[in-house]
């Protein structure tokens, strides 16, 4: 069976001589009398210790029994008025199912969520009532991440708050239809800029999000930019949500980094989209176990108020027993049926048990409440979790999902997708939520049933007011008010333009030669966060280790087997670095708060996250869509790019596709670069970009390739086209010999093979060839089918030319172009070449070789390219027909022993 049955201290577990434990039992009972819980806690450790030494085999608890963590008697006094706030609590439940269900209405029809919410709308009211702290708070205010479907709930809030109107709410899922009145599906910040501040829709980024925002408020702290040591982060979270790997994944970083601003709230419904979480099991056992574990603080909410009589009354545990003992399956049926149902299958396996409510009538065993449920429940666990220092804490809290809806909603597993109540349903809800609105009003058109706001001058919504301002404001709220920044002036990007003399290096030591002058850069390099999920010597970024440092905000406690290099591995609560550890998913979810702290701290800091190109946009995609909803700012570096450059290690990790991926993505703006100086202008325009205030869309990410090739860098060239380097293209070598001209472009380690091909153009065949970096082609991309959408839309106006067209118009011959990716990256620029275009690519899955023989295999090396270009001219009659074959012929091109395109070595 499941974990939940382990627990050798539950009152299940088997005594083989239960008089004398009953006399040790009475022996700890009177020293708790006589010298209280501290010292009978240390005596208990202390035999806990002498029974390890004796070998005894006593487990650590893993669960605890199917109870609530805090006793009655110690739960503190619920400080708000309960009848007031479970009035507006009504009010919101109403607002948000019916915008849910007006969503429904004929013609429209867009969908939304109804159960959830209603399951967990007390779990968010006790925070918003006494717990979360809006921005004007002087501590700074908490971090709330809304469980995505549950947004509804939000909306309906803000709506008795007065900040979102009745034609907001009606505007639900129609962002350009109702515009701009339209309230997006799910918590968008770059949908509602000033709403939403954390998207979560995608199960398992909230959870390892919150951690890493957690994460980053500490290290705020801790470095010394801002004090964010009074903030909370608290993340909602689903128990089918609990799932995925990302929600679990990361959990032991929280507790290794003793994050105590850190909650989790855990709606435990039992249930997920399609049924039970854990029908057989019991997902709160299961859950505490993990966290536990993982070295978290656990909580658990399972019982609201009702039940305590009966548990304080259950002498010998036998109503203990039957709630450790019931599968999640079944406690999902009872609340699918009846006061009397629960009493025989429930209660009625065991005749204590039954005893223990004889005295209650049906209706009253139904209202033996869910502790999720119970306002006073839910509030002693805040206040502990809040208070809980050392530690993260996860509340468990158990609910009904559809709750209050009536029994065609309640528990039943298709409740996560019913959007729509019938004329029945909504009567009974109105009722069960008092809501002053007639049967004659619900009949007159049952698709609009009415909102309800009974104003501000209600009792309860000045109430509601109070109750936020005496927290510091709404929430949620984003902002984008932040601290300038002195952008570094151009002596910090000098390294890049100088080239990299006779030595030869990668692209990769190109940039991190960069950002070393970036970090040093006075006033602004301390807001440069290098994130690296274990690669940094791979990057030669352990340069930076005994410098910057690498952040752990328990500081170094042992003796570094290295201390006496100069490249030590340093460890330190001011670390820049943050180590992350072989873990894109989290390095993603660092990126993500790192790249928003512009925003969610006022604070700019700019993630620079260098990793293999293969395990960025394809492992973590998803993770990276949602850094773009934030509005993210910063740097991704994919190092070891290239299908054929990182030679030897084969199909797993040889990237041919990251820029494909990438350029799905509108809030990446991707770049190839081929030299240090190129890099130099790609990274200044960046900072410009997200920084300069210029811009009108500073929230990019900028993804930028780098190779593990040596190469020798170039000077920057006099009268560098900068232009064309930040915008995509420019002309980088102008063929000197007269003959049929051809162009040839290329971008990152190709460049040089297109060099290559120019030379033995020349001096082969005759033939005059130029030669075109293109630092990007999916920023070319977009800007042709913007100036293509502008012509579409607007036949008298003059026309846009695409900026390739600009560039290549004047240009003579056929283009060639070729990359050390598919085919598919340099095909993004097709349709706006001016003439006949051939692309040379290298599709399909790498394979481990030297450089030379890779690149001969794909066809992409600089004879491939001299064959192609030949082809192309002789089918125009520029060149004798006979060339391409004899060009065949001399490289041996269908040998892949005859390639010498590139060079050996280069670290990866
Ligand atoms: C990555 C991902 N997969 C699937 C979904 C679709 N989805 C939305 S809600 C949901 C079920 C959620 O169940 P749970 O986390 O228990 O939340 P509850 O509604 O029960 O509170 C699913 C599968 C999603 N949003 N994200
Ligand atoms: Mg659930």
Same mark, same amino acid.
Not at 11 to 34: I, K, R, Y
Not at 187 to 203: D, I, K, N
Not at 294 to 299: P, S
Not at 516 to 526: E, N, V, Y
């Given at each position: 069976?499941?974990?939940?049955?382990?627990?050798?201290?539950?009152?299940?577990?088997?005594?083989?001589?239960?008089?004398?434990?009953?006399?040790?039992?009475?022996?700890?009972?009177?020293?708790?009398?006589?010298?209280?819980?501290?010292?009978?806690?240390?005596?208990?450790?202390?035999?806990?210790?002498?029974?390890?030494?004796?070998?005894?085999?006593?487990?650590?608890?893993?669960?605890?029994?199917?109870?609530n963590?805090i006793?009655?008697?110690?739960e503190p006094e619920f400080p708000g008025n309960e009848e007031i706030e479970r009035r507006y609590r009504a009010w919101i439940r109403w607002n948000a199912a019916v915008l849910v269900?007006?969503?429904?209405?004929?013609?429209?029809?867009?969908?939304g969520h109804i159960s959830t919410y209603a399951s967990s709308a007390a779990l968010y009211e006790v925070g918003f009532n006494h717990f979360f702290r809006g921005q004007d708070h002087p501590g700074g205010g908490d971090q709330i991440f809304i469980q995505g479907h549950a947004s509804p709930g939000t909306y309906a809030r803000a709506f008795l708050e007065g900040r979102l109107s009745a034609?907001q709410l009606?505007?639900f899922?129609?962002?350009?239809?109702?515009?701009?009145?339209?309230l997006s599906s799910y918590p968008h910040p770059?949908?509602m800029p000033e709403f939403w501040q954390f998207p979560t829709v995608?199960?398992?980024?909230g959870p390892?999000n919150a951690?890493?925002q957690a994460?980053?408020n500490?290290?705020?702290?801790?470095?010394?930019?801002?004090?964010a040591?009074d903030q909370q982060v608290w993340a909602f979270l689903g128990d089918?949500e609990?799932?995925?790997?990302?929600?679990?994944?990361?959990?032991?970083?929280?507790?290794?980094?003793?994050?105590d601003n850190l909650n989790f709230v855990i709606n435990c419904n039992?249930?997920?989209?399609?049924?039970?979480?854990?029908?057989?099991?019991?997902?709160?056992?299961?859950?505490?176990?993990?966290?536990?574990?993982?070295?978290?603080?656990?909580i658990?909410v399972?019982?609201g108020r009702?039940?305590?009589?009966?548990?304080?009354?259950?002498?010998?545990?036998?109503?203990?027993?039957?709630?450790?003992?019931?599968?999640?399956?079944?406690?999902?049926?009872?609340?699918?049926?009846?006061?009397?149902?629960?009493?025989?299958?429930?209660?009625?396996?065991?005749?204590?048990?039954?005893?223990?409510?004889?005295?209650?009538?049906?209706?009253?065993?139904?209202?033996?409440k869910r502790g999720g449920h119970d306002y006073r429940k839910v509030y002693a666990a805040f206040k502990a979790a809040s208070e809980h220092?050392?530690?993260p804490t996860v509340i468990l809290a158990k609910t009904i999902k559809g709750y209050g809806l009536?029994?065609?909603?309640?528990?039943?597993?298709?409740?996560?997708?019913?959007?729509?109540?019938?004329?029945?349903?909504?009567?009974?809800f109105?009722?069960a939520m008092r809501i002053?609105?007639?049967?004659?009003?619900?009949?007159?058109?049952?698709?609009?049933?009415?909102y309800y706001n009974p104003g501000e001058q209600d009792e309860a919504i000045q109430y509601l007011h109070e109750r936020r301002r005496a927290l510091g404001g709404y929430l949620p709220e984003r902002r984008?008010?932040?601290?300038?920044?002195?952008?570094?002036?151009?002596?910090?990007?000098?390294?890049?333009?100088?080239?990299?003399?006779?030595?030869?290096?990668?692209?990769?030591?190109?940039?991190?030669?960069?950002?070393?002058?970036?970090?040093?850069?006075?006033?602004?390099?301390?807001?440069?966060?290098?994130?690296?999920?274990?690669?940094?010597?791979?990057?030669?970024?352990?340069?930076?280790?005994?410098?910057?440092?690498?952040?752990? /905000? =328990?500081?170094?406690? #042992?003796?570094? !087997?290295?201390? $006496?290099?100069?490249?030590?591995?340093? @460890?330190?609560?001011?670390?820049?670095?943050?180590?992350?550890?072989?873990?894109?998913?989290?390095?993603?979810?660092?990126?993500?708060?790192?790249?928003?702290?512009?925003s969610t701290q006022?604070?700019?800091?700019?993630?620079?996250?260098?990793?293999?190109?293969?395990?960025?946009?394809?492992?973590?995609?998803?993770?990276?869509?949602?850094?773009?909803?934030q509005?993210?700012?910063?740097?991704?570096?994919?190092?070891?790019?290239?299908?054929?450059?990182?030679?030897?290690?084969?199909?797993?990790?040889?990237?041919?596709?990251?820029?494909?991926?990438?350029?799905?993505?509108?809030?990446?703006?991707?770049?190839?670069?081929?030299?240090?100086?190129?890099?130099?202008?790609?990274?200044?325009?960046?900072?410009?970009?997200?920084?300069?205030?210029?811009?009108?869309? /500073? =929230?990019?990410?900028? #993804?930028?390739? !780098?190779?593990? $090739?040596?190469?020798?860098?170039?000077? @920057?060239?006099?009268?560098?086209?900068?232009?064309?380097?930040?915008?995509?293209?420019?002309?980088?070598?102008?063929?000197?010999?007269?003959?049929?001209?051809?162009?040839?472009?290329?971008?990152?380690?190709?460049?040089?093979?297109?060099?290559?091909?120019?030379?033995?153009?020349?001096?082969?065949?005759?033939?005059?060839?130029?030669?075109?970096?293109?630092?990007?082609?999916?920023?070319?991309?977009?800007?042709?089918?913007?100036?293509?959408?502008?012509?579409?839309?607007?036949?008298?106006?003059?026309?846009?030319?695409?900026?390739?067209?600009?560039?290549?118009?004047?240009?003579?011959?056929?283009?060639?172009?070729?990359?050390?990716?598919?085919?598919?990256?340099?095909?993004?620029?097709?349709?706006?070449?001016?003439?006949?275009?051939?692309?040379?690519?290298?599709?399909?899955?790498?394979?481990?070789?030297?450089?030379?023989?890779?690149?001969?295999?794909?066809?992409?090396?600089?004879?491939?390219?001299?064959?192609?270009?030949?082809?192309?001219?002789?089918?125009?009659?520029?060149?004798?027909?006979?060339?391409?074959?004899?060009?065949?012929?001399?490289?041996?091109?269908?040998?892949?022993?005859?390639?010498?395109?590139?060079?050996?070595?280069?670290?990866?």
């Amino acid at each position: 069976m499941t974990v939940n049955d382990q627990d050798p201290y539950s009152v299940s577990h088997v005594d083989s001589d239960p008089e004398e434990t009953a006399e040790w039992n009475e022996s700890l009972d009177s020293l708790v009398a006589a010298h209280g819980h501290e010292r009978a806690r240390e005596i208990m450790l202390s035999l806990l210790k002498r029974s390890k030494e004796l070998h005894l085999g006593v487990p650590m608890v893993p669960t605890t029994d199917y109870l609530n963590t805090i006793a009655p008697e110690n739960e503190p006094e619920f400080p708000g008025n309960e009848e007031i706030e479970r009035r507006y609590r009504a009010w919101i439940r109403w607002n948000a199912a019916v915008l849910v269900h007006r969503a429904q209405r004929p013609g429209i029809a867009v969908g939304g969520h109804i159960s959830t919410y209603a399951s967990s709308a007390a779990l968010y009211e006790v925070g918003f009532n006494h717990f979360f702290r809006g921005q004007d708070h002087p501590g700074g205010g908490d971090q709330i991440f809304i469980q995505g479907h549950a947004s509804p709930g939000t909306y309906a809030r803000a709506f008795l708050e007065g900040r979102l109107s009745a034609d907001q709410l009606d505007g639900f899922r129609q962002e350009k239809s109702h515009a701009p009145n339209g309230l997006s599906s799910y918590p968008h910040p770059r949908l509602m800029p000033e709403f939403w501040q954390f998207p979560t829709v995608s199960m398992g980024l909230g959870p390892i999000n919150a951690i890493y925002q957690a994460q980053l408020n500490r290290y705020l702290t801790n470095r010394g930019i801002k004090d964010a040591s009074d903030q909370q982060v608290w993340a909602f979270l689903g128990d089918g949500e609990m799932d995925e790997v990302e929600s679990r994944g990361q959990l032991q970083v929280a507790a290794n980094d003793g994050l105590d601003n850190l909650n989790f709230v855990i709606n435990c419904n039992l249930q997920r989209l399609d049924g039970p979480v854990r029908g057989n099991g019991k997902i709160i056992q299961e859950l505490e176990s993990f966290f536990r574990g993982a070295g978290w603080n656990v909580i658990k909410v399972v019982w609201g108020r009702e039940w305590d009589d009966l548990l304080a009354r259950d002498n010998d545990g036998a109503l203990r027993t039957l709630m450790n003992v019931t599968p999640d399956g079944d406690y999902q049926t009872y609340k699918a049926e009846s006061g009397a149902y629960v009493r025989e299958n429930f209660f009625g396996r065991d005749p204590r048990a039954l005893e223990l409510v004889s005295h209650l009538s049906d209706d009253e065993v139904w209202g033996l409440k869910r502790g999720g449920h119970d306002y006073r429940k839910v509030y002693a666990a805040f206040k502990a979790a809040s208070e809980h220092t050392g530690q993260p804490t996860v509340i468990l809290a158990k609910t009904i999902k559809g709750y209050g809806l009536g029994p065609s909603f309640e528990g039943r597993n298709a409740t996560h997708q019913m959007k729509k109540m019938t004329l029945d349903n909504l009567k009974t809800f109105r009722d069960a939520m008092r809501i002053p609105i007639t049967d004659a009003q619900l009949e007159e058109n049952p698709y609009l049933p009415p909102y309800y706001n009974p104003g501000e001058q209600d009792e309860a919504i000045q109430y509601l007011h109070e109750r936020r301002r005496a927290l510091g404001g709404y929430l949620p709220e984003r902002r984008v008010k932040y601290t300038q920044l002195n952008l570094p002036d151009d002596s910090a990007y000098a390294v890049s333009k100088k080239g990299s003399g006779t030595q030869e290096i990668a692209t990769t030591m190109a940039f991190v030669r960069l950002l070393k002058d970036l970090i040093r850069s006075k006033d602004f390099g301390h807001r440069i966060v290098p994130i690296i999920p274990d690669e940094a010597r791979t990057f030669g970024i352990d340069a930076f280790f005994p410098t910057a440092k690498i952040y752990n /905000p =328990n500081g170094q406690h #042992y003796t570094s !087997v290295d201390r $006496e290099l100069l490249l030590a591995y340093k @460890e330190s609560p001011q670390g820049q670095i943050l180590h992350v550890g072989i873990n894109e998913a989290g390095a993603i979810a660092a990126f993500t708060s790192v790249g928003t702290s512009y925003s969610t701290q006022g604070e700019p800091l700019i993630p620079v996250y260098v990793f293999y190109s293969m395990f960025g946009f394809q492992r973590t995609g998803d993770a990276i869509w949602a850094a773009g909803d934030q509005m993210t700012r910063g740097f991704m570096i994919g190092a070891t790019a290239g299908r054929t450059t990182l030679t030897g290690e084969g199909l797993q990790h040889a990237d041919g596709h990251s820029l494909v991926l990438s350029s799905t993505n509108p809030a990446v703006v991707s770049y190839d670069p081929a030299y240090g100086y190129e890099i130099g202008h790609i990274v200044h325009s960046g900072l410009e970009r997200m920084y300069g205030g210029v811009h009108p869309d /500073p =929230n990019v990410m900028y #993804y930028l390739t !780098v190779y593990n $090739e040596p190469i020798i860098h170039p000077a @920057e060239p006099e009268n560098l086209d900068v232009d064309g380097v930040v915008r995509g293209i420019y002309k980088l070598s102008e063929s000197a010999v007269s003959g049929p001209k051809a162009q040839l472009l290329a971008s990152g380690v190709a460049v040089p093979w297109i060099l290559e091909a120019q030379q033995l153009l020349a001096e082969d065949w005759g033939v005059s060839a130029d030669v075109w970096s293109v630092t990007s082609w999916s920023e070319l991309r977009r800007d042709g089918l913007a100036a293509d959408e502008h012509n579409f839309l607007n036949p008298d106006a003059a026309p846009r030319t695409p900026y390739v067209w600009q560039k290549l118009g004047g240009a003579q011959g056929p283009f060639v172009a070729v990359t050390d990716f598919s085919h598919s990256v340099p095909d993004q620029i097709r349709q706006f070449v001016p003439g006949q275009y051939a692309t040379l690519g290298a599709d399909g899955f790498g394979f481990s070789d030297t450089r030379a023989a890779a690149r001969r295999f794909f066809t992409i090396d600089g004879p491939s390219v001299v064959v192609r270009t030949l082809e192309m001219l002789a089918a125009r009659g520029e060149v004798d027909r006979n060339l391409p074959s004899q060009a065949i012929g001399k490289y041996r091109l269908h040998d892949v022993n005859a390639g010498t395109t590139g060079s050996a070595g280069g670290e990866s």
